[in-house]
């Protein structure tokens, strides 16, 4: 009881460092030049490559997460990416494909204040901001998109929590999809980005530093759906905090994915917390959390989300490097002040602590034990050879 209670503590306090002012100074517009020519104006026309998400995992199914190809996608035909420095954004439906970009100080693509912009096709190396950065851009599409962020150590956090693969503010129609994101601070960050649609989201060995550290964090940000995704974070190498973070956020859909790995002592695979009054509702359904420390599924608080078809196996219950976990290796959570939480036809195997806690905020916790194979992580196909972990 007293390490859960020290857990309490702790992530009722993750989130706090979010209340700071977001938006930096107007950026100046950067020269696209030599590669003026790969950067058309146009309207968005994005092709139709593993777009249709697959049924629905049944229950007690062992299918794995889909990659492209599983999903229609057989790969693209090959293309050829132009060097290129930074780019910004200059006109509503631009868009920037093509392209390698390298940046060594601020982001690698900034759209600001531009509608129904499209980034396809490119690979972006950045250090000292992020990779790509966009606020008031209504309905930007960002698709075969790898990020990688060069600045990382060898092991351990990163530099600053500036890193983010992709900083999205206060934009509504967002979609991303069939991108690998490496060593960000955070892979996706959006904050009062409703109604944005993630799909086939590769990620790897996230660095944070605290309160960053996440796959994909959402912060006032309601009706946002991830889908079809995998997270795998090396424990000698990552720095995450949660895999998956829903903050103050509600209705949130995280579907289908794998998560594999988590080193820290505060941090669990999917966590809602809808604090402050701030967020209700929300969905996981058919997402495996393996190897994780201090938990696997929490609502802290949450209040009428519903864990689906989640399984939870190979928990690590010792110090990895960071501090013991501090719930003792907890598997699925809900806060004192949480309500209306629910688990549905979930499984897991060879846990090393506790099942559930605390049950009185639980309407319903089906559990079985069962052993299963998780899901495969992605592998994403690109039309060029793209950079891996």
């Known amino acids: 009881m007293r390490t859960l209670c020290l857990c309490i503590a702790l992530v009722l306090l993750w989130g706090c460092d979010d209340e700071r002012p977001r938006r930096d ?46 999903a229609g996608d057989q790969g693209p035909p090959p293309c050829t990416l132009a060097p290129s420095g930074p ?7 631009q868009v920037i494909e093509k392209l390698k970009i390298t940046a060594t100080s601020g982001a690698a693509i900034t759209v600001q204040g531009k509608k129904n912009v499209v980034i396809r096709d490119c690979e972006i190396h950045h250090d000292g901001g992020a990779g790509i950065k966009f606020s008031n851009a209504d309905n930007i599409l960002i698709e075969d998109v790898v990020i990688v962020h060069d600045g990382a150590p060898a092991t351990g956090q990163n530099p600053g929590t500036d890193r983010v693969n992709i900083d999205g503010y206060s934009t509504s129609g967002v979609t991303i999809r069939r991108v690998r994101l490496i060593r960000g601070s955070t892979g996706i960050y959006l904050l009062q980005c409703p109604g944005a649609k993630l799909s086939f989201v ?15 964090q959402l912060d006032k940000s309601d009706n946002v759906t991830l889908e079809d995704f995998s997270c795998v974070n090396p424990q000698a190498s990552s720095w995450p905090e949660d895999n998956i973070s829903v903050y103050q956020s509600s209705g949130a859909t995280i579907r289908r994915g794998l998560l594999d790995g ?53 928990n690590i ?17 809900g806060s004192p002040a949480s309500s209306g939480l629910s688990i549905e036809q979930s499984s897991y195997h060879d846990l090393c602590a506790g099942l559930v806690w605390d049950q009185s ?7 079985t034990d069962v052993d299963f194979t998780p899901r495969a992580a992605l592998d994403l196909v690109f039309c060029w050879s793209a950079a891996k972990p």
């Open 262 to 314: 988590n080193n820290s002592p505060s941090g669990v695979g999917v966590m809602f917390e809808q604090s402050n009054g701030t967020g209700t509702g929300g969905l996981c359904e058919d997402v495996d959390a393996v190897h994780m420390g201090n938990g696997c599924f929490s609502g802290y608080p949450g209040f009428n989300v519903t864990f689906r078809r989640t399984r939870s196996r190979d």
């Open 87 to 93: 780019v910004q954004a200059t006109a509503d439906g």
């Open 361 to 367: 905020v639980f309407v319903k916790t089906d559990l």
């Open 202 to 216: 590769e990620g790897h060995d996230f660095r944070g530093p605290f309160p960053r550290g996440q796959l994909l």
């Open 317 to 333: 219950c010792a110090d990895q490097g960071r501090g013991a976990p501090l719930s003792g290796g907890l598997a699925w959570a």
């Open 25 to 70: 100074a107007a950026p100046t517009t950067d020269s696209v030049s030599p590669n003026e020519a790969s950067i058309p104006d146009g309207p968005l026309s994005p092709d139709a490559r593993g777009d249709a998400p697959p049924p629905d995992q049944g229950p007690g199914d062992d299918a794995q997460a889909p990659d492209s190809a599983a």
